[in-house]
Nanobody, 119 residues
Framework: QVQLVESGGGLVQAGGSLRLSCTAT????????MAWYRQAPGKQRDLVAQ???????NYADSVKGRFTISRDNAKNTWSLAMNSLKPEDTGVYYC?????????????WGQGTQVTVSS
């Protein structure tokens, strides 16, 4: 099992910045991809950014150029730096760790942290 604990989030004005962090414990060696997802009120949970073990990153079009995902392997932590925040970035942010298991991908989730961007 993998346990994920998030930190960061909060309330910020449009144009401001926030940083989210996620720390993994447990069977860390099985993690292949680390990511952040966002769920706005009444909407599905969508991918915001991800980083693979090889360092390849991928971002949702809506956050490209504003958000940066990074990882610290020594601390088993990955972070999401969010700049130039917009009201539409509001939502609950979940960190995610994926294990590419033989039986199929297995996802682990953090508890979620609220990000609110006021206009």
């Amino acid at each position: 099992q993998v346990q994920l604990v998030e930190s960061g989030g909060g309330l910020v004005q449009a144009g401001g910045s926030l940083r989210l962090s996620c720390t993994a414990t447990g069977s860390i060696s099985r993690i292949n991809t680390m990511a952040w997802y966002r769920q706005a009120p009444g909407k599905q949970r969508d991918l915001v950014a991800q980083v693979t073990n090889s360092g390849t990153t991928n971002y949702a079009d809506s956050v490209k150029g504003r958000f940066t995902i990074s990882r610290d392997n020594a601390k088993n932590t990955w972070s999401l730096a969010m700049n130039s925040l917009k009201p539409e970035d509001t939502g609950v942010y979940y960190c995610n760790a994926r294990w590419a298991a033989i039986i199929g991908p297995i996802d682990y989730w953090g508890q979620g942290t609220q990000v609110t961007v006021s206009s």
